[in-house]
């Protein structure tokens, strides 16, 4: 620790800080522009400057910049020096002289940095009259929007865009004595990350383009914390709602998950909630063959426990997207035996694999902190970037930590960003990845490996092998591979903090063998971390519950065992071949579906009883390290919509039960789960509960400045309406309630006195870039036994050569697109790429087609045409097909399957 003093009095803070960060972290107020906690320093905006004295006995100083002082033990400065005021001041008053009088109309107004500061700063006058500098604006796509005129040159979009995400398509351009932020022609943003320039931008230069098109202030936004539904990260954000419509999803800080950003997925896929496929209202179906019809939630309430009380077993197919009180109220609903997850036979092995190493793995579960502090990694079979990219962003962070080490033998502190780059330039630390064609983030990486699947895993396993020789051997490698095996040894065994990381690709042998690497880097001395990926947002939540998959779930109904089944927040359609599904659908006798969209499902359904979103509830999900986490609703629900565990709890109370009598808060759901399942014990204590209140007020999800509450409901009433009942949390939808900080897990909004913008987040945290005060939100529910002592998987595929006439066909994830949800945003959807078939050069050649083209396919029981994409990354022998996207309908991937140019007739082989 180093003691520091400011305006005469001391604090202590800790070492290795600059003197605005270690300022900041102790509650002071100094103004800042191009300073960020995750990039660092590098003294352009001068707007931080303060008075620099040598000692105790110096009286007169020197002005000097704080980002750019290093906080050691008995530094002296002074913020509130009259020639430091006056030297900020006239920094706000240059930068504004250029400034649009833009505010009322500007997009950042009420939330906007360079507001704050310059009411910070005392600037009040402007004295400027001259002509302003113009710049014309670009067209950067559906997301980002872009205002020029607005910048004041601090830098921080081209140092978050180019430095610290990689980005390439984005730069800063100067001629004379103007510079300009943006890309060399119109065109969308091509980084995964680009929405965070939205909260970076300290003024309106980049908004969200999303919002335009419903805007609304922020001080109008009603908040509450919640989690990302379109991966299985588990990213914390900060969704806002205004007249029943969902308008915007920001960053919430969570320093051991997401820190500071989130992906475009995650912060422009949130449009579903208002799209025209939501279920609004209850819908029955009378008889077979019959349209369905808009029916009263109470009679379609009734019409379910009819039928289900009718059939003499009833199943449940629950759901990866659905939260874990939906999952166990539904398991609870037709019993253990009768629940089933509602995913693939192979996804379903995949995430009961992927549970089991992590219980009986020695390495411990990496966070995307720990990913991110990582000084190697290894990644197997699956490309990050598009799956899970927020883990793509952290091993873009992590291949900066064995470069600074240079830096730190040079004395150059790690917030020092100029520095560190003259010192390190292009150097990169040590990260493989090993995947069946190029991914996006192989411009990071030292080596890059692509085969097919089982390939992969032999690789990781051989790398196991060379560390501990009691692993099982790879009798033989590709020549390729071989060299190497030592480098990924040497990497991974000369790192302090190294880490595996792997999703499967669809093989279970891709995960045995980075369990294999990860174990075996443990017991010779290198403590290394493992993570695994999970496809959705509760995953692994819905694998912690146990069951079954798709298939005996069918078997269980086509043998005429099972005769009604309860679907929740799920399309199976999406989940197996349409003609399984068919026959399911045909052959049972009654079809309940709980759901917030519809789909193909829904519409075979008898009863659909319309379910609430994540913005419309509360609840718990699992992240791919085993985090619990809690969210909240944003907003009530409107028409019929309920919560889904709230439907199956009046199901069973309708059936009779009454062992959900005193079911009447999802408090009480996540004590009954825990009672039912040990490993559940700490939900209870995973967030305040309802009852709690901090000087007798519930937490206000309304900002003090809310307007227009009686005008909201005007149609209805011209007076006030009362707010919603909310039993299950300690937050209400008002403004009436307390507006100062509470614990981390409750926090719906970043605002402090004095900083309304994004950085206010300053004032929440026990210091810049640690941990929220209180502690980060959640709590890791998977941890490895303490005498985790596992063996390793010994089952090492056997290197095979395709039959002739077959290709392996694999699946290419796409970060727009893949996943379901976001899928149905216009401004996602207008990103996603139409279906298509990949190929090699060679293959492409080697069966007279080119881009675009047309080839028949024939793989998994599904045929069908598609325009050729030729994929230079992608090894002879292999077919690229993307996952998710309608026309085909899924596959359990990776497959063998034929391909055939239609213009020749001929099956094409290898």
């Not at 509130?80 to 930068?95: G, H, Q």
């Not at 289900?308 to 759901?319: C, F, N, Q, T, Y």
């Not at 591979?481 to 999703?503: F, H, K, M, Q, W």
């Amino acid at each position: 620790m180093a003691k520091i003093i400011v305006n005469e009095r001391e604090y202590e803070v800790r070492d290795g800080q600059n003197m605005l960060q270690a300022a900041l972290s102790v509650g002071l107020d100094l103004p800042y522009f191009c300073w960020h906690p995750a990039m660092g320093s590098i003294g352009a905006c001068r707007q931080c400057a303060v008075r620099l004295f040598r000692d105790a006995n110096d009286t007169r100083g020197k002005l000097a910049m704080a980002c750019m002082t290093p906080a050691n033990d008995g530094t002296r400065i002074s913020i509130d020096d009259a020639e430091a005021r006056d030297f900020r001041a006239s920094v706000i008053e240059w930068l504004m002289a250029s400034h649009p009088h833009d505010c009322p109309v500007c997009d950042e107004g009420g939330e906007c940095h360079l507001q704050d500061m310059t009411v910070m700063t005392g600037h009040n006058y402007r004295r400027y009259s001259g002509r302003k500098r113009t710049f014309r604006n670009q067209d950067l796509g559906p997301l980002v929007n872009h205002e020029m005129n607005r910048c004041i040159q601090c830098y921080r979009c081209v140092r978050f865009y180019r430095d610290y995400a990689d980005g390439r398509d984005f730069d800063v351009f100067g001629i004379r004595n103007q510079v300009y932020y943006g890309r060399q022609f119109d065109g969308v943003l091509e980084s995964e990350f680009s929405g965070n320039l939205v909260e970076i931008c300290p003024t309106g230069v980049f908004t969200d383009k999303t919002l335009k098109g419903h805007y609304t202030r922020k001080w109008d936004l009603q908040t509450a914390p919640s989690v990302c539904v379109h991966c299985g990260v588990g990213c914390n954000t900060i969704p806002g709602e205004r007249y029943g419509a969902l308008r915007r999803i920001y960053n919430r800080y969570n320093g051991e998950v997401n820190g500071y950003f989130i992906c475009d997925r995650g912060r422009f896929g949130y449009e579903f909630v208002n799209g025209a496929r939501r279920l609004h209202h209850a819908r029955v179906r009378t008889e077979r063959g019959a349209e369905a019809a808009p029916a009263d939630s109470d009679e379609a309430l009734r019409l379910a426990a009819t039928l289900l009380g009718k059939a003499k077993r009833v199943i449940g197919i629950g759901s990866p997207r659905a939260s874990l009180e939906a999952n166990f109220a539904l398991r609870t609903l037709v019993g253990e035996g009768n629940f089933y997850a509602g995913v693939s036979e192979k996804e379903w092995r995949l995430a009961r694999l992927a549970l089991d190493i992590m219980q009986g793995s020695p390495a411990k579960a990496a966070s995307l902190a720990d990913v991110a502090r990582a000084d190697a990694a290894l990644v197997r079979g699956e490309d990050v970037t598009q799956t899970a990219p927020m883990l793509a962003l952290a091993l873009r962070q992590s291949v900066r930590q064995a470069p600074l080490r240079k830096a730190a033998k040079l004395r150059i502190p790690d917030w020092d960003a100029a520095g560190v780059r003259n010192a390190v330039q292009e150097e990169k630390g040590p990260l493989y990845i090993a995947s069946t064609f190029g991914t996006r983030l192989d411009d990071a990486a030292k080596r890059t490996y692509r085969a097919p699947p089982d390939d992969i895993a032999r690789l990781g396993f051989a790398v196991a092998h060379a560390l501990d020789a009691s692993s099982p051997p790879v009798p033989v490698l590709p020549a390729n591979a071989r060299p190497l095996v030592g480098e990924i040894v040497d990497a991974l065994t000369g790192a302090e903090e190294p880490v595996v990381l792997s999703g499967g690709c669809g093989s279970e042998a891709v995960l045995r063998a980075a369990a294999n690497v990860a174990m075996a880097l443990c017991r010779k001395g290198h403590p290394a971390r493992l993570c695994l990926t999970a496809p959705e947002c509760n995953s692994t939540g819905l694998a912690l519950l146990g069951g079954e998959g798709l298939e005996p779930a069918f078997g269980a109904v086509t043998s005429g065992e099972a005769d009604a089944v309860i679907i929740l927040e799920n399309d199976l359609y999406r989940r197996a071949g349409a003609a399984a599904v068919d026959a399911f659908l045909e052959e049972v006798g009654s079809v309940v579906v709980i759901d917030h969209t519809d789909g193909e499902t829904a519409a075979r359904a008898g009863v659909v009883l319309p379910a609430a979103t994540f913005a419309e509830s509360d609840g718990v999900f699992v992240n791919n390290e085993g985090r619990a986490q809690r969210f909240y609703s944003v907003m009530t629900p409107r028409g019929d919509v309920r919560e889904s565990w709230r439907w199956l709890r009046d199901l069973a109370l309708a059936a009779g039960r009454a062992d959900v009598e005193a079911w009447a808060t999802v408090e009480d759901v996540d004590r009954a789960l825990a009672a039912a399942m040990p490993i559940f014990a700490p939900l209870p204590e995973i967030a305040p509960p309802a009852g709690f209140r901090i000087a007798g007020q519930r937490i206000a999800r309304q900002p003090g400045r809310y307007s227009g509450r009686t005008a909201i409901t005007a149609n209805v009433s011209v007076h006030e309406t009362p707010p919603p009942e909310d039993t299950d949390s300690p937050l209400v939808f008002s403004m009436e309630g307390y507006q100062g900080q509470p614990p981390s897990a409750l926090i719906p909004r970043f605002w402090a006195p004095g900083w309304n913008s994004v950085q206010a987040l300053n004032k929440f945290q026990e210091e810049i870039g640690g941990p929220l005060r209180g502690g980060d939100p959640g709590r890791r529910l998977v941890e490895p036994a303490e005498d985790a002592a596992a063996d390793y998987f010994a089952d090492v595929p056997r290197h095979g050569e395709p039959s002739a006439g077959n290709y392996l066909f694999v699946p290419a994830h796409h970060i727009f697109g893949s996943e379901e949800l976001s899928a149905l945003a216009p401004g996602i959807a207008r990103l996603a790429p139409r279906p298509y078939a990949g190929l090699s050069p060679d293959d492409a050649r080697g069966a007279s087609l080119a881009e675009a083209n047309e080839v028949e396919v024939s793989v998994g029981g599904w045929s069908g045409r598609l325009p050729v994409r030729i994929i230079d990354t992608l090894p002879p022998g292999m077919v690229a097909l993307p996952v998710g996207f309608a026309g085909r309908g899924p596959l359990e991937l990776p497959a063998w399957g034929e391909l055939r140019n239609p213009r020749d007739g001929r099956g094409q082989a290898q």
